[in-house]
Nanobody, 120 residues
Framework: VQLQASGGGLVQPGGSLRLSCVASGSIFSIYAMRWYRQAPGKQRELVSTISSGGGTDYVDSVKGRLAISRDNAKNTVYLQMNSLKPEDTAVYYC???????????????WGQGTLVTVSS
């Protein structure tokens, strides 16, 4: 399973961005899909999760500003980012729990990361 993230860039405070992450390969099923981020000098943190049933969860610092969604037909997870703040600056990574065709178990897969910079 390969993950391709896109949508990062430079945005002014208060602006918006939409991240996308497409999963491809011999996919039998995708379960939870997540976005993590890692700011310079900090540990990677879990930003948001969406379950296979559509349930969502967010870290407190982004609640009300970021929204995760998924399109199961396209094996894609999105992160709509509104009212961005300088402290949202980070490399954003997508992560999916998926089961490959022929595999007995699911495992985690990671995308390559996309840089989001919030600055005036």
């Amino acid at each position: 399973v390969q993950l391709q993230a896109s949508g990062g860039g430079l945005v002014q405070p208060g602006g918006s961005l939409r991240l996308s992450c497409v999963a491809s390969g011999s996919i039998f099923s995708i379960y939870a899909m997540r976005w993590y981020r890692q700011a310079p000098g900090k540990q990677r943190e879990l930003v948001s999760t969406i379950s296979s049933g559509g349930g969502t969860d967010y870290v407190d610092s982004v609640k009300g500003r970021l929204a995760i969604s998924r399109d199961n037909a396209k094996n894609t997870v999105y992160l709509q980012m509104n009212s961005l703040k300088p402290e949202d600056t980070a490399v954003y990574y997508c992560n999916v729990q998926a089961r490959e065709v022929g595999a007995y178990y699911s495992r985690d897969y990671w995308g390559q990361g996309t840089l989001v910079t919030v600055s005036s």
